[in-house]
């Protein structure tokens, strides 16, 4: 029998995309993801129904990993070659925040030369970009993500619990002359924090020839307080775009696209529109999650993790890994379960899990 040389479960999807968490800490608290501050908290004891819910939202930070659990350079390194190997295209650096880890150019220069990787991206909240823009780019880094939730800087600071929008701003700017391309930029809308934003941010994409995401708040958040009612659903959100700007469609790249995409008329920049919550693309989803402690995570919505660190600390042999990498693919979920009598959210939030 010839053995299979790509990482596919039972339902014929094959994996292309491995998003490697760095690090579960962060410097920002946003409060769709990690919140801690007072305002995150007033927010969402204001939309706390009892009637529908028992247990009142308490915003609780995880507890951070200890150094020695978090996996080494040489260990992702090796983790993501085997994965390569196995099929995987595509390599994305997330956290927590991934520029809190020490060296980060150093991993991204390792992963770089790794042959059969066709693409090395990250996803940040921006506020130490500025420091690393040089180092990324020279190591091998080729696209870039940041996260901006508003333009307004009292808001950016009551969503992400820190005073930085004009530090992701410069950052921005940084990434695009230094030709990381295209630069994307993400926002979460949630109703009654910034959804009266979303024309503006959309306005920054245009003048700023931005590739810019809406993202649906999903319930991955650390003090659990996620209602169905804070989300704006996608459709929503297109048609208050549409009525502002004149946006023609953009085809569909790879079935597995997670964004629903737009052009501006002027043909400068784009939107699309992430709806994983009111219109799910389970179907097609090729992606796969490495925590930052060594955890294989096959859906952002899993109820189980699989140890691999374990296994890189117990001297076992990059056949076995790669035998039980395909094992752990084959019983990837058939999809996420939100909005559902038996959903469950999951123990660790975006932060822990690396988005
Ligand atoms: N710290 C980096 C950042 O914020 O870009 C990378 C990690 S963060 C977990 C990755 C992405 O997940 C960000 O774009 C963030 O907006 C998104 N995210 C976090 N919590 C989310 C939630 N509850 N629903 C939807 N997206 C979320
Ligand atoms: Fe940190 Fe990113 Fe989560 Fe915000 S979304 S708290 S920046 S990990």
């Not at 990482?7 to 919140?35: E, H, I, K, Q």
């Not at 820190?162 to 990434?175: K, M, N, Q, W, Y």
């Not at 995401?213 to 659990?224: A, K, N, Y």
């Not at 992606?287 to 140890?307: M, N, V």
Request: net charge positive.
């Amino acid at each position: 029998m010839t053995r299979p040389t790509t990482l596919s479960d039972s339902f014929g999807r094959v994996m292309r995309d491995l998003r490697v968490s760095l690090t579960d800490r962060c410097n920002f608290r946003c409060l769709y993801c990690l919140p801690e501050t007072e305002e995150a908290a007033n927010f969402y004891r204001t939309k706390f129904d009892p009637q529908r819910n028992p247990n009142p939202p308490t915003l609780r930070l995880p507890d951070w990993k200890p150094r020695s659990e978090i996996l080494s350079f040489e260990e992702i390194e090796r983790l993501v070659r085997l994965a390569v190997n196995l099929g995987i295209q595509k390599i994305r650096l997330t956290g927590g925040e991934p520029l809190l880890r020490q060296g980060v150019e150093i991993l991204v220069g390792k992963l770089a030369r790794i042959p059969g990787l066709k693409d090395l991206a990250m996803t940040t909240n921006g506020f130490l970009f500025i420091r690393k823009a040089e180092a990324l780019k020279a190591a091998g880094l080729q696209r870039i993500s940041f996260s901006l939730d508003s333009l307004d800087r009292d808001n950016f600071k009551k969503i992400t619990g820190r005073d930085g929008l004009s530090e992701v701003l410069t950052g921005i700017d940084r990434a695009q002359e230094l030709g990381l391309n295209p630069v994307k930029v993400n926002a979460v809308i949630i109703r009654g924090i910034n959804d009266h934003e979303m024309e503006g941010l959309a306005e920054l994409a245009r003048k700023r020839n931005l590739s810019f995401r809406f993202i649906e708040f999903m319930p991955l958040d650390s003090g659990r307080a996620w209602l169905k009612d804070l989300v704006v659903p996608g459709r929503e959100i297109l048609r208050r775009l549409q009525a502002k700007f004149a946006l023609h469609p953009v085809p569909c790249a790879h079935a597995s696209e997670t964004a629903r995409r737009w052009a501006f008329e002027d043909g400068r920049g784009e939107i699309g529109i992430i709806a994983p919550v009111t219109e799910p693309f389970c179907g097609h989803c090729n992606r796969l999650r490495l925590t930052a402690d060594g955890k294989i995570r096959t859906c952002l919505f899993s109820l189980h993790e699989h140890d691999v660190k374990g296994l890189l600390r117990s001297g076992a042999s990059d056949e076995e890994i790669a035998k039980i990498l395909r094992g752990i693919v084959w019983q990837k979920e058939e999809r996420h379960h939100i909005g559902e009598p038996d959903f469950v959210q999951p123990e660790r939030s975006m932060s822990c899990i690396g988005g």
